[in-house]
């Protein structure tokens, strides 16, 4: 299967092209953000791939803002192991999820990965990527399923709540005040 989705931001002056491709072994995504934000202008190429069960494996990004470039290279093992840039980095080991600060896509892997049953809520560690400050951290989020296409997400930031709406597939149509998708 393959899917191509085109999301505006609104809080940032931004927009993304990802695609979507589903084999038998794994999933692959790619995604291109432009925009202008915190003052300057920014492009994002993303490159991430999971396994069939959403589970991350790579994720490789670079990442251009106001002139400068910069790289993130991180990857996770079947084992749970995660590595940066080659290095080992057993603080994070455990974290299953990636969310990407500028993409609303990044909701789709824990969304799809978990499955979960209407009412249901669950706690998560994730690794989330702040892409303007070029930094890494785990943090706690929560994904709480309202009805069959929409979410309540927690987390990232004190007291941060969002009602998500999602396609049949999983993947964000809805992220109020953050990001619409224009096409798909």
Known sequence: MKKQVVWK???????????IETTETDIRIDGTIVGFGEDAPFSVSYDIVTDSAWQMAALEMAI????????ISIQRDP????????HARPEWEHCIDIDISLTPFTNTLPINRLRLAPGERRRLDVLYIHVLKNEVKPVE???T????NTYLYEGVIKDFKREILVDET??????????????S
């Open 9 to 19: 931001g609104l809080y940032y002056q931004m927009m993304e092209y990802c695609n």
């Open 170 to 183: 999983g993947v964000v149509v809805e992220y109020p005040g953050l990001f619409t998708r224009i096409q």
């Open 64 to 71: 251009e803002k106001g002139g400068e470039c910069s790289w």
């Open 79 to 86: 084992g749970g192991q995660w590595t940066q840039s080659g």
């Open 145 to 148: 399923r309202l009805h069959e």
């Open 141 to 143: 989020q929560f994904y």
